[in-house]
């Protein structure tokens, strides 16, 4: 090892940019290498790793040199840290000894933290002497520094920045200094995505674990944040101290008193600033703040987000709080844009308006849940609720406020409040085929908005209990709820709400295959949506009345209202009603037998009704998968899928799906020649479509059972069953094929 070198650290990770590095500085001309990244990102053990690779040892011998400047403010104290790495002696002309020395042959030298003097005041005489470390022939010379500047009078190769560590890569590093017995487990798991990939914070994690407890770490974490990431000695030494480490790049002369204050905002944003909200956060010096966060490394830009590491940002939170005036601002920025955008979702604009929140989820969450403790909380229960659109139709999986507003109001005795949170988790519940709880949640709305006589209210819980039901396949008590909110609507004027239970009304209809009835309901409600602008309800008529066309074999009209529906569904950002025209276009293709199209049309839907949470959406997409496999006769793909979507049918209380597979199953078994088998399925799916009951489907089981019946008197029991079934939704053409295929 050369004198005076620091021998390697752990490096992990960082195979392709150590490569890299080493390429540039064993070349001809020599390397000029500028490396940067964030605090704690690793530049300092890259650096090392560089000096101790096989062919810079090879190259360069005892001549690799490595220079820390993190105590060096300004060109001189640098030019006497750099002479100290050389072994150069105090002196006259140190300075002149210590180039003599470079030049004397061919070497590397490490210039570690150099943003130190750089960004001091002496950044002139600090980049003069970079120009002297240049001119030195045969020299070979990396920097790093943090953040994205880059100091002048060199010319630098293309700069190399450090990125955080993947997760296997974190994993790794944690697991070398604390053990192996820690790899895979689940409360690793959970702390390691705390650290986002920074190597100095999970170097410092895994040395806390040392004779502790990883759940007892966790718990640490959450009771002292980034206090656990402290080594003995830590003070005086940024690589045995998250604090010490941040504190060099706070200390920056850089950091004047608009980066700090918007450093302190950004520290309570979990999703950062968009670049076009600067200006509201911080006034006429919002976007001159940003870049300073960034060159100093404290932030970084990302998909036109100024965006904080989550180790720093946990720091800066407890250590640099926002001033009132600030937060203030901030608090009510968030507020306004979830109270204009929140509702819009399932509306007009509610693609963009979705848009725009998805990428302030977490910023949204944490500036409501602050409001909630404010003594005006009214206001921000407010706000909770005006994201239910939002968090309804577009999937959003991140946390929003809507338990803790419901909290916060019943601790008030607000009980009009508490009762529009209480709905709004129940209509989040109920597109993600949580039913049991969105029952309870529509329940507890329902008391509550008698208690304040809020009939509106009232009839729209009444409504949802009864879109609940029809979730289950209980149509009766599906028809019952819509029949009462009805009533409640018409009684108080609500044209919407009425609306509204019309069309689901022809819903069930169409599910018991009343296809007359059904298109009578929606073609009753589509001029009326259009009249009242409510583009979504529009969207559900016409698909609806597709669905009626598809189920007739209309193909073409069917086709025609998938694809004037969708452009509206996506208009509203409704995810769930874009899948579903999709997911029906695929339904014809298969019809078709255009299998390709089909497959790809399922393919399209399954990850958006996954995306929404909608366990029926995801079960029907991969029963129809079943479906092309069973038609290409590829029995053991199409058994595997109906396997797959059985469950998620019974989980939701999809009583049609469920039969729909197990009759699928019955057919493959029957073309194995496995009639028992058949015949088994095909009466368990019958019990269930006379549960619903489903006419159209109860006739095609009966014909089955025909088929593989035992004696020709079970077999005319068979046809005449089917014959009843069918004469009662007019199917008299399904009537004749009966005689067709049963002449005798």
């Given amino acids: 090892m050369a004198a005076g070198l620091p021998p390697a650290e752990l490096c992990i990770g960082r195979g392709p940019v150590v490569d890299a590095i080493v390429a540039a500085l064993v070349r001809e001309p020599p390397g000029r290498v500028l490396l940067l990244g964030a605090a704690g990102v690793g530049k300092s053990t890259v650096s090392l790793a560089v000096l101790h690779r096989p062919e810079v040892v090879a190259r360069f011998g ?27 002696t105090s002196g006259p002309d140190r300075w002149q000894r210590a180039l003599s020395v470079l030049a004397a042959g061919p070497a590397v030298l490490v210039l570690d933290n150099l943003e130190t003097p750089w960004d001091g005041d002496d950044q002139s005489g600090t980049e003069a002497l970079l120009a002297e470390l240049a001119a030195v022939p045969g020299l070979s010379l990396v920097a790093s520094v943090r953040g994205a500047g880059r100091p002048g009078h060199v010319t630098w190769s293309s700069p190399v920045e450090l990125r955080p560590l993947g997760r296997a890569e974190a994993e790794a590093v944690f697991c070398a200094i604390a053990g192996e017995e820690h790899r895979g487990k689940p409360a690793l798991s959970a702390l390691l995505p705390l650290m986002e990939g920074i190597p100095l914070a999970i170097t410092l994690l895994a040395q806390a674990a040392h004779g502790n407890d990883l759940v007892n770490l966790k718990e640490e974490w959450e009771a002292r944040r980034t206090a ?15 604090k010490t480490s941040l504190e060099l790049s706070l200390g920056s002369p850089r950091m004047a008193a608009g980066a700090r204050r918007l450093l302190s905002v950004l520290a309570v944003l979990p999703d950062g600033i968009a670049q076009r909200d600067f200006a509201v956060l911080l006034p006429g010096t919002g976007p001159a703040a940003a870049r300073a966060l960034a060159q100093v ?32 601002r901030a608090m009510e920025h968030y507020r306004e844009l979830a109270c204009t ?33 404010d003594a005006d909380a009214g206001r921000w229960i407010d706000a909770a ?18 338990g803790r507003a419901l909290e916060v109001a019943q601790r008030a005795g607000d009980r009009r409040r508490e009762a529009l949170c209480a709905q709004s988790l129940g209509d989040i519940a109920l597109p993600r085929s949580r039913h049991d709880e969105a029952t309870a949640r529509y329940q507890e709305a329902l008391a509550l908005y008698r208690h304040v006589g809020d009939v509106v209210g009232e009839a729209t819980c009444i409504r949802s209990l009864g879109h609940v039901a029809l979730e289950r396949s209980h149509h009766d008590e599906a028809t019952a709820r819509y029949q009462e909110a009805l009533a409640l609507y018409w009684h108080v004027g609500d044209v919407l709400g009425e609306l509204k239970c019309i069309l689901r009304l022809g819903h069930i209809a169409l599910e018991r295959s009343h296809h007359d009835e059904a298109t009578a309901r929606y073609q009753e409600a589509l001029p009326l949506y259009r009249q009242v602008g409510d583009v979504r309800g529009e969207a559900n008529c016409i698909k609806s009345l597709g669905d009626i066309a598809l189920e007739r074999s209309h193909h073409d009209e069917a086709t ?5 529906a969708l452009p509206l569904y996506r208009q509203v950002g409704s995810l769930r009603g874009e899948a579903g025209c999709i997911k029906s276009l695929g339904d014809i293709a298969l019809e078709r037998s255009h299998h390709d199209e089909a497959r790809a049309r399922y393919q399209e839907a399954l990850p958006l009704y996954r995306q929404v949470g909608s366990l029926r959406g995801e079960a029907n997409c991969i029963k129809s998968l079943g479906d092309i496999a069973l038609e290409r006769s590829q029995h053991d793909e ?23 597979c197990i009759e699928s199953l019955g057919d493959i078994a029957q ?24 006419p159209y489907s109860i006739g095609w089981t009966h014909h089955r059972l025909a088929v593989l019946a035992p004696d020709s008197a079970a077999r005319r029991r068979h046809i005449e069953a089917a014959c009843s079934a069918w004469r009662s939704i007019d199917r008299n053409d399904l009537v004749a094929q009966l005689d067709q295929d049963f002449p005798s």
């Fill in 671 to 694: 073309a194995h020649s496995e009639t028992s088998a058949a015949r088994a399925r095909y009466e368990e799916a019958l019990a269930l479509y006379e549960r619903i009951p489903a």
């Fill in 560 to 564: 025609a209202r998938y694809q004037e």
């Fill in 638 to 660: 199409a058994r595997t899928r109906y396997q797959e979507a059985l469950p998620l049918y019974r989980q939701v209380g999809a009583v049609h799906g469920e039969a729909d």
């Fill in 297 to 328: 490394g404290l932030a970084y830009f990302e998909g036109g987000r100024l965006k904080m590491l989550s180790p720093v940002r946990e720091y800066v939170a407890a250590e640099y709080p926002p001033v009132v005036e600030d937060l203030a």
């Fill in 62 to 88: 005892e001549r690799r040199f490595f220079a820390r400047l993190d105590a060096a403010p300004d060109a001189e104290s640098a030019a006497v840290a750099l002479a100290g790495a050389l072994r150069v």
């Fill in 341 to 373: 955008h929140g509702p819009v979702p399932g509306r007009r604009g509610g693609t963009e308006a979705a848009a725009r929140l998805a990428a302030e989820g977490a910023n949204l969450d944490a500036m409501i849940r602050r409001g909630l403790t």
């Fill in 228 to 242: 656990v990431l402290e080594r003995d000695g830590g003070a005086r030494d940024r690589l045995r101290s998250w």
């Fill in 385 to 402: 609720v005006a994201l239910t659109n939002f968090a309804r139709f577009s999937g959003h999986a991140a946390p929003l406020p809507f």
